[in-house]
């Protein structure tokens, strides 16, 4: 069964970057599409990129769009998030997902998840 363990999280200044890092404990390219969500304490998760199999396409959301950006990890079966110029308001635990590609931005049709990891953007 698929397994996804995200790691990377942490604190960051405003207008600073991190790398979140995903990795699949099985075979994801040309199989599942992966996604990206975070959420914030009390509100619904937000999707924020999908990653089509073999990194044939990549959306991403409006919010994100231009500061995030999506690759494949240094290791086999690894997807990172590249964020830069990060806000106050991406502050939020980012979760790492799994699935049919048709449902990846809707969360509750999301086949797998991982555990996340927090990112805490201060000013």
């Known amino acids: 069964e698929m397994q996804l363990v995200e790691s990377g999280g942490g604190s960051v200044q405003a207008g600073g970057s991190l790398t979140l890092s995903c990795a699949a404990s099985?075979?994801?390219?040309?199989?599942?599409?992966m996604a990206w969500y975070r959420q914030i304490a009390g509100k619904e998760r937000e999707w924020l990129t999908t990653t089509y199999p073999g990194n044939s396409r990549i959306n991403y959301a409006d919010s994100v769009k231009g500061r995030f950006t999506v690759s494949p990890g240094s290791a086999k079966n690894t997807l990172d998030l590249q964020m830069n110029s990060l806000k106050l308001e991406d502050t939020a635990m980012y979760y790492c997902?799994?699935?049919?590609?048709?449902?990846?931005?809707?969360?509750?049709?999301?086949?797998?998840w991982g555990k996340g990891t927090q990112v805490t953007v201060s000013s």
């Open positions: 997902a799994a699935g049919d590609c048709v449902y990846m931005s809707t969360a509750a049709r999301v086949r797998y």
């Open positions: 099985v075979e994801v390219i040309g199989t599942f599409c």
